[in-house]
């Protein structure tokens, strides 16, 4: 029944029949801005425009609310049943509709073809643009910044491999022997350590994005990738202390804000512990290492 | 070049093609030939999971776009829960496109998959664990890719059979409406 199709999301008036009359009467008389027979679409959530997963071509969604006001406005005006009345109300709303429908289809059109559509170089340009951001969010900690741990939503894996790589290969080029089992070591134990203090944290209770948190782990690698650097082209042991001390203490500093966002404050150092943890040996293995 | 068919057709896009084969190629053929030239397992691994890495993007961000229309990442949502989104192009675009290039995507898709596992079981023969990392990791990236757009390609249908049901069900229901009208 014609009723039936947008019965459910309006409630039924009680004089049904009546307002398919004065509906048939508006058709009849024949206003040029009154929907023709288009009932609303069948109840379905809303199309959620910016995130929907598909895009009708040649049927943009019909904004449930619009037309649903329109046949609001029929059963309230119902007591005169003058034509002349029903077009004032009707009308203001299939302009409203219009636009309305015209909006959401520009943006329903307009964000998705942007990203499944958009040419190679920008998608690029947004992904390098991406990881420069991650970094300078990641490793120049603001102390002032509002809510550590909605920082790196935007997470990728690109900066985490880099470094984690960059890490290994200084260290194999500062050994002078086993070079390829320093390296091996070092991205294993990285890589490895990386998950195992996200899955720390998840045991703990804490609320972390297990992506989100290893990029986070791999990011902070970056102030230890500089002492490494440092560290490869002064050999006084000293100087390798002093340096790779700072770069610790820079990386921790950085992974701190968001490790302890993630946790209950009283399993803050249980998970924390770990952290520091594998910095510090990374650290001896920059210094040890000869 | 010869002129294209109507009932066969050439492949659309055949850099993307080119493109999307290449690193995959080169991966493994880097892998399987360095132990005959270099001897340094750090060459080998970097090189070998850079060539995986930037074949793994090429897949997700363009070929898998310009080739099935088809593409999916992970966002994090104002709740802070990791929602996995899927996206695809509508139904005409996506019948319009070249047979030859999906064809070519899916299957060099998993035909990589089953490379790597290959090699796997090779250096796990030999028990070479540093170069079953180098295996392990490849094969991971390739799996997250296959997983990735087979959901998005069953995601596409299930939204195309929904599309379809619901527009005959609008488009019924408003011829009913007419027809009622009309009486």
């Not at chain 1, 150092?269 to 650290?283: E, K, N, Q």
């Not at chain 2, 132990?35 to 995986?52: E, H, Y």
């Amino acid at each position: 029944m014609a009723k039936m199709s947008h019965g459910d999301t309006i409630p039924l008036h009680p004089s049904s029949q009546s307002d398919i009359d004065e509906i048939e009467n508006l058709m009849i008389a024949g206003p040029a801005n009154v929907l023709p027979a288009r009932p609303p679409s069948p109840p379905r959530a809303s199309i959620p425009v910016s995130s929907s997963p598909f895009l009708p071509s040649n049927l943009p969604p019909p904004p449930p609310s619009a037309p649903a006001a329109a046949y609001h406005k029929a059963p309230i005006s119902a007591s005169p049943p003058d034509a002349a009345y029903h077009k004032a109300p009707i009308s203001a709303s299939p302009p409203a509709a219009e636009t309305s429908r015209g909006g959401i289809a520009a943006d329903g059109f307009g964000s998705l073809p942007n990203t499944l559509t958009e040419p190679v170089w920008d998608t690029v340009k947004r992904d390098l643009s991406r990881i420069v951001s991650n970094l300078k969010l990641v490793v120049f900690p603001n102390p002032y910044r509002e809510d550590p741990g909605k920082a790196l939503r935007d997470w990728d894996l690109w900066g985490p491999f880099f470094f984690i790589v960059f890490l290994g290969l200084t260290l194999s080029w500062s050994a002078s022997l086993k070079k390829s089992e320093v390296f091996a070591v070092a991205f294993a134990v990285l890589a490895a350590g990386a998950i195992i203090l996200t899955l720390n944290v998840l045991l703990l209770g804490g609320h972390i994005i297990f992506f989100q948190s290893l990029s986070l782990l791999g990011y902070c690698l970056f102030p230890l990738d500089v002492g490494a650097v440092i560290c490869m082209l002064k050999d006084n042991v000293i100087i390798k202390i002093i340096v790779v001390s700072i770069a610790l203490a820079w990386s921790s500093w950085a992974a701190y804000p968001f490790m302890s966002a993630a946790v209950n404050p009283r399993r803050k150092a249980l998970a924390l512990y770990p952290v520091f943890l594998m910095y510090i040996s990374v650290g001896f293995l920059i210094i040890a290492i000869d | 070049m010869e002129r294209v068919q109507p009932t066969g057709e050439n492949y659309a896009n055949p850099r993307t093609c080119f493109f999307h084969v290449l690193f995959k190629a080169a991966a493994l053929a880097f892998y399987i030939l360095s132990a005959l030239f270099f001897n340094s397992f750090v060459i080998i691994f970097v090189v070998t999971v850079l060539l995986a890495a930037l074949d793994f993007w090429v897949v997700k961000n363009v070929s898998g776009r310009i080739l099935v229309g088809l593409r999916w990442w992970n966002e994090i949502n104002e709740q802070g829960e990791s929602v996995w989104k899927f996206e695809c192009l509508d139904q005409e675009s996506l019948a319009r496109m070249n047979k030859k290039d999906s064809w070519l995507f899916w299957w060099t898709l998993y035909l990589t998959a089953v490379a790597w596992i290959f090699l796997g079981i090779f250096s796990l023969i030999r028990f070479q664990a540093d170069y079953l990392l180098v295996v392990g990791v490849c094969l991971s990236l390739s799996i997250a890719n296959i997983v990735g757009f087979t959901k998005c390609r069953k995601d596409a249908k299930k939204q195309i059979q929904q599309f379809a049901s619901q527009t005959i069900a609008s488009r019924f229901s408003s011829t009913l409406q007419s027809a009622f009208s009309v009486v």
